[in-house]
């Protein structure tokens, strides 16, 4: 089993910045991906960002060029710094982890956080 804790959600205005934090435990051998995927109220979760323990990252063509992805493999923890925050960005944000090649087609992986709201304001 894995357990993945969620950081730095909260409320900004349109423009601003915020960093999101996803630490990890448990059997970190089964896992070679984390990443983070957003769920807004009314519609399906989507693929925000993800990342593998090589590097190799993917997002979603809404938040590219305005967020990064980046991970510190000794302490498993993946982080997500978001930029140039639009109100449609609000949503819950949930860290996810799991093994394989599928992340490079957006599919999550097994492991869920518990989520962490994030809010622009208008």
């Known amino acids: 089993q894995v357990q993945l804790v969620e950081s730095g959600g909260g409320l900004v205005q349109a423009g601003g910045s915020l960093r999101l934090g996803c630490a990890a435990s448990g059997s970190m051998f089964s896992i070679n991906f984390m990443g983070w995927y957003r769920q807004a109220p009314g519609n399906q979760r989507e693929l925000v960002a993800v990342i593998s323990s090589g590097g190799s990252t993917n997002y979603a063509d809404s938040v590219k060029g305005r967020f990064t992805i980046s991970r510190d493999n000794a302490k498993n923890t993946v982080y997500l710094q978001m930029n140039s925050l639009k109100p449609e960005d609000t949503a819950v944000y949930y860290c996810?982890?799991?093994?394989?090649?599928?992340?490079?087609?957006?599919?999550?992986?097994?492991?869920w956080g518990q989520g962490t709201q994030v809010t622009v304001s208008s």
């Open positions: 996810n982890a799991g093994s394989g090649l599928q992340f490079l087609a957006g599919i999550p992986g097994k492991y």
